[in-house]
C-alpha cells in the first residue's frame, strides 16, 4: 500500500514538474503584445536608378525644379521635408502613408498621431505640388513616395547637404501605419539606449546612424510647446537661454535645432553638443555615451566622414519597406487620398 502511494506521488511529481514550464510560459500566450515583436521593415525590393527612364526620365529635374522654387521663397520648408520623409519611413518603410487623410485610427490619420505633432503643413502641401506638376508632364506615373524621397534629397542639397543615392521604385501604401509602429519613432525624453534600441529595432541601424542622421536637426525648429519637459534640464547659462526663449511668448513659439547655423545642413550640430548646446535632450545625450561620443567628435572632426555617414544612412532610411513589402499603387487624385477602388494598381 505504501509502495503505490509513493510511486503515486512520484508519478504526480513528475507530471507536475512537466506542467511547470508550460505553467510560467502560460502568461505570454494569453497577454499577447500588441506591437507585433517582428521587424516591421526590410530593404525595398525593386528600387532602381533608372526606374522613370521609361514612365518619366525627366523627374528628379522636374522635382527638383519645385523644390528650388519653393525654398527660394521659404527656405525652412527643407527642415520639414527631412522631418516628414523620417516620419514616413521609420515606422512602415516608405510609403507615403504619412501623407494619407487619415480615417480608420483612434486619432484619425497618421499626422493626427502624437509623435508626428508639428510635421510643417507648408512642407505637406509642397509635396502635393510636386505630385500635381509631376503628374500633369508624365501622367500618374510616379509615387508620392517617391516624390517624398526625392524632394528630400533635393532639400538637403539645397541647405548646404551633398547629394546621395535616391533609387526609385517605391508604391504608395494605402493603409496608415500602425500606431504601434508610429509610436516606434524615438521621443525626444528617451535616453540613448533606447533611441539606440528603437533604430535597431529596424534591424539595418545602429549607433553610426543615430548619431549620422541626427545631424538632420543641423536645420529646422522645434516648437516650444512640444518639448517642454524634453528640455535640457541641467543648470548651465545654455539650458537656461533655452528656457528663457521658450517661456516668452505662447506655444507657437519656436527654438532653432542648431543654435549656431539653424539654415545650413553641416557638422556644426556636433560642435554644439560638444560645447553643450544641443537643444534637445537625446542631442545633448549623444555626447555623453561612449557607444555615440566618439562619432560625435569624428563627425565634427571630419565633415566629409558625416557626409558620407549620412548620405548612407539616409540611403538606407529610403530603402526601408513595410511588412506587407513594397505593394500599393501610384496615388492618381492626390499624396493624401488612396486611390478610388477601381483604378486600384
Ligand atoms: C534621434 C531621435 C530623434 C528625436 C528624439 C527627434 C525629435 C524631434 C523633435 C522633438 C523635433 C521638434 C518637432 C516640433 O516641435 O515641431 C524634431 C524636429 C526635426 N527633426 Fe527630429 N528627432 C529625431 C531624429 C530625427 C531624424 C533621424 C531626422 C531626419 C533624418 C530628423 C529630422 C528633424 C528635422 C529636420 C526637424 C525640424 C523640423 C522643422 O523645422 O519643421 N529628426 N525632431
Same mark, same amino acid.
Given at each position: ?58 523627374? $528628379?529635374?522636374?522635382?527638383? *525644379?519645385?523644390?528650388?522654387? #519653393? @525654398?527660394?521663397?521659404?527656405? =525652412? +520648408? ?123 529595432? $529596424?534591424?539595418?541601424?545602429? *549607433?553610426?546612424?543615430?548619431? #549620422? @542622421?541626427?545631424?538632420?536637426? =543641423? +536645420? ?126
Amino acid at each position: 500500500m505504501a509502495r503505490r502511494r509513493t510511486a503515486m506521488l512520484v508519478a504526480l511529481g513528475l507530471v507536475a514538474l512537466l506542467l511547470l514550464p508550460a505553467a510560467f510560459s502560460a502568461p505570454s500566450l494569453i497577454y499577447m503584445p500588441t506591437d507585433v515583436p517582428v521587424n516591421p521593415v526590410s530593404f525595398a525590393r525593386g528600387l532602381t536608378l533608372d526606374y522613370y527612364d521609361e514612365l518619366c526620365p525627366d523627374v $528628379r529635374d522636374l522635382v527638383r *525644379a519645385v523644390v528650388l522654387d #519653393a @525654398l527660394g521663397e521659404d527656405m =525652412s +520648408i527643407a527642415a520639414g521635408l527631412l522631418r516628414i520623409f523620417f516620419h514616413d519611413c521609420f515606422p512602415q518603410g516608405c510609403d507615403a502613408s504619412i501623407l494619407l487623410n487619415g480615417t480608420g485610427t483612434p486619432f484619425g490619420g497618421e499626422q493626427q498621431m502624437p509623435p508626428n505633432r508639428g510635421l510643417q503643413p507648408k512642407a505637406l502641401q509642397l509635396i502635393e505640388e510636386i505630385r500635381a506638376k509631376v503628374h500633369a508632364v508624365c501622367g500618374p506615373t510616379v509615387s508620392c513616395a517617391d516624390i517624398t524621397s526625392l524632394a528630400t534629397h533635393d532639400a538637403v542639397v539645397a541647405s548646404g547637404g551633398k547629394p546621395y543615392y535616391v533609387p526609385l521604385g517605391r508604391m504608395d501604401s494605402r493603409r496608415a501605419a500602425a500606431w504601434s509602429y508610429v509610436y516606434d519613432l524615438p521621443h525626444f525624453t528617451a535616453d540613448i539606449s533606447d533611441v539606440i534600441a528603437t533604430f535597431r529595432s $529596424r534591424r539595418y541601424f545602429d *549607433a553610426t546612424d543615430v548619431v #549620422a @542622421l541626427s545631424g538632420a536637426h =543641423s +536645420i529646422g525648429k522645434a516648437h516650444c510647446s512640444t518639448f517642454t519637459g524634453g528640455f535640457r534640464k541641467e543648470d548651465s547659462d545654455f539650458a537656461e537661454k533655452l528656457r528663457r526663449n521658450c517661456t516668452n511668448g505662447g506655444d507657437d513659439r519656436m527654438q532653432y535645432l542648431d543654435v549656431n547655423t539653424p539654415h545650413v545642413l553641416d557638422n556644426v550640430y556636433y560642435h554644439n553638443l560638444k560645447e553643450g548646446k544641443g537643444v534637445l535632450a537625446t542631442d545633448q545625450l549623444l555626447n555623453g555615451d561612449d557607444r555615440t561620443k566618439w562619432l560625435v567628435d569624428g563627425f565634427a572632426d571630419d565633415e566629409w566622414w558625416f557626409w558620407n555617414q549620412f548620405g548612407t544612412s539616409m540611403r538606407k532610411m529610403g530603402m526601408l519597406e513595410g511588412y506587407f513589402g513594397n505593394v500599393g499603387e501610384v496615388r492618381h487624385v492626390s499624396c493624401s487620398q488612396r486611390n478610388p477602388p477601381a483604378s486600384t494598381a
